[in-house]
T-cell receptor
């Protein structure tokens, strides 16, 4: 079945370490890609999005993601994490010809940053 | 304040009871969604609505009923709650591709 995969379920990093969270999707064609973040006790909020153009996307709080079409990937990165980045991160995809209702979320990656 | 609210935030109910979760948005977004969040499954779409009086099933609609008589409200009803419906429920709205989420309702069915 068409899907979105986040292979890292739980990541533990020390402050100042670099972060890369994987996201792969299995849809062919043009997709819209998102990363959402859910801080402890809070609702999900958009971190960044990719529709077209430059495959390197900058988001809020120093996060970025790179769309690699040949690898069907949209990995999230941050050069130096902070304790406040502790959260759960969700990759989401709208498949080709999909409307707003077609967004599919990955299973999420819990990031724990140790001071 | 503008935004999306959900009520109640926490609910404990018994198997077989009917439960309604409320969702209200102040943006007048056309689309509204209900998701459930479960460990190992991430977010799964239960129902969505493209406009008032237009609703459709998502990935996991069984056991749930929705209605949307007004643009701003999108209640979700569990007709006869089961233990498998214990979950965190999120409502969201959108006008374009970005979704705006509510704070969630943690539902426990005993």
């Amino acid at each position: 079945a068409q899907s979105v995969s986040q292979h890292n379920h739980h990541v533990i990093l020390s402050e100042a370490a670099s972060l890369e969270l994987g996201c792969n999707y299995s849809y062919g064609g043009t997709v819209n890609l998102f990363w959402y973040v859910q801080y402890p006790g809070q609702h999900l909020q958009l971190l960044l999005k990719y529709f077209s153009g430059d495959p390197l996307v900058k988001g809020i709080k120093g996060f970025e993601a790179e769309f690699i079409k040949s690898k069907f990937s949209f990995n999230l990165r941050k050069p130096s994490v902070q304790w406040s980045d502790t959260a759960e991160y969700f990759c989401a995809v709208i498949p080709p010809l999909g409307g707003y209702q077609k967004v599919t979320f990955g299973t999420g990656t819990k990031l724990q940053v140790i001071p | 304040d503008a935004g999306i609210t959900q009520s109640p935030r926490y609910k404990i109910t018994e198997t077989g009871r009917q439960v309604t979760l409320m969702c209200h948005q102040t943006w007048s977004h056309s689309y509204m969604f209900w998701y459930r969040q479960d460990l190992g499954h991430g977010l799964r779409l239960i129902y969505y609505s493209a406009a008032a009086d237009i609703t459709d099933k998502g990935e996991v609609p069984d056991g749930y009923v929705v209605s949307r008589s007004k643009t701003e409200n999108f209640p979700l009803t569990l007709e006869s709650a089961t233990r498998s419906q214990t979950s965190v429920y999120f409502c969201a709205s959108s006008e374009m591709y970005e979704q705006y989420f509510g704070p969630g309702t943690r539902l426990t069915v005993t």
